[in-house]
């Protein structure tokens, strides 16, 4: 990893902190590979414990100071360059090869973040094997309420068009939880709007 890609990422990855909803706050999918960006930066520099901290405070705190819709347009705008120039070192067969592996991750996406979830919540509240399957059920269903409400685009969803179907989610889980469960999955939530209140 070059010293330009270090620094590069960690910005694309902290403006679609901004936009990533599936799990939320500082917990979710996108926090944590700036987590994980950022361990790689601390062993490619040697970054002493101070300077990693300082760094991920600046990291968040240039994440809400970015606009949403023009970061949208912004990434729409290199992703769209990028793939452009991949394109052009690709033979005819390798660009229909490479236009199908793109379908492919933005299909498989809404999976990995369920995926994630899942784990997520099956650590947190020692849920049992039926719990799981479940909670499996549940998150399809939200994914696909999701995918109607906003015709495949949830990323560039409103938060008021997508705060319904996750109110649901959480109501759905809720339902699924033993009494303990469901005092940790309460913790869990106020947890998380703690840390968003507090970055705010």
Aim: proline residues 4%; positive net charge.
């Amino acid at each position: 990893m070059t010293l330009k890609s270090l620094f590069v990422v960690p910005v694309l990855v902290v403006g679609l902190s901004l936009v990533s909803f599936a799990e939320g706050g500082p917990d979710g999918p996108t926090h944590k590979m700036m987590d994980a960006h950022l361990e790689k930066m601390t062993k490619e520099l040697s970054l002493s414990p101070e300077q990693a901290q300082k760094i991920k405070a600046i990291m968040e705190d240039a994440g809400h100071q970015i606009d949403k819709k023009k970061l949208m347009e912004e990434l729409k705008a290199l992703r769209e360059k990028k793939d452009g120039e991949i394109e052009a070192v690709l033979t005819d067969q390798q660009r229909q090869k490479f236009k199908g592996f793109k379908e492919k991750q933005k299909k498989d996406a809404p999976k990995h973040l369920k995926e994630m979830m899942l784990h997520r919540l099956t650590e947190k509240l020692k849920l049992s094997e039926t719990q799981v399957k479940e909670l499996s059920g549940i998150l399809d269903r939200t994914h696909q309420e999701m995918d109607a409400a906003t015709k495949g685009k949830f990323w560039e969803a409103s938060r008021e068009t997508i705060a319904p179907i996750l109110k649901n989610q959480d109501e759905a889980i809720e339902k699924i939880l033993t009494p303990e469960q469901l005092t940790q999955f309460k913790t869990l939530k106020e947890e998380r709007k703690d840390k968003k209140w507090k970055q705010k």
